[in-house]
Nanobody
Framework: QVQLVESGGGLVQAGGSLILSCATS????????VGWYRQAPGKQREYVAH???????RYADSVKGRCTISRDNAKNTVYLQMNSLKPEDTAVYYC??????????WGQGAQVTVSS
């Protein structure tokens, strides 16, 4: 059974940095990608970044240049390094595993709050 567990969220001042981790289990060679999404209060969930099984990465324009997605295959963990954080980055951040064309499994989410 596929499981995703996020960690590393918290409160940070604007301009600060944070690293989110997504520990995965139960994934196999059919995994297409692991991505990060976020949902701010009163808004729809939006795409942040993803990393494909082959290593290719992609970012939303809103975080490009400020975020880096990476993975440690030995630890089955995907990371999201976030720098130069802004109050508008405040949201619950979710990681998701994609086996098909859209996310199939989701983590429980990690709260990130950026104070001004």
């Amino acid at each position: 059974q596929v499981q995703l567990v996020e960690s590393g969220g918290g409160l940070v001042q604007a301009g600060g940095s944070l690293i989110l981790s997504c520990a995965t289990s139960g994934v196999d060679f059919r995994l297409n990608a692991v991505g990060w999404y976020r949902q701010a209060p009163g808004k729809q969930r939006e795409y942040v970044a993803h990393i494909r099984s082959g290593g290719a990465t992609r970012y939303a324009d809103s975080v490009k240049g400020r975020c880096t997605i990476s993975r440690d295959n030995a630890k089955n963990t995907v990371y999201l390094q976030m720098n130069s954080l802004k109050p508008e980055d405040t949201a619950v951040y979710y990681c998701a595993a994609t086996f098909t064309s859209r996310p199939d499994y989701w983590g429980q989410g990690a709260q990130v709050t950026v104070s001004s």
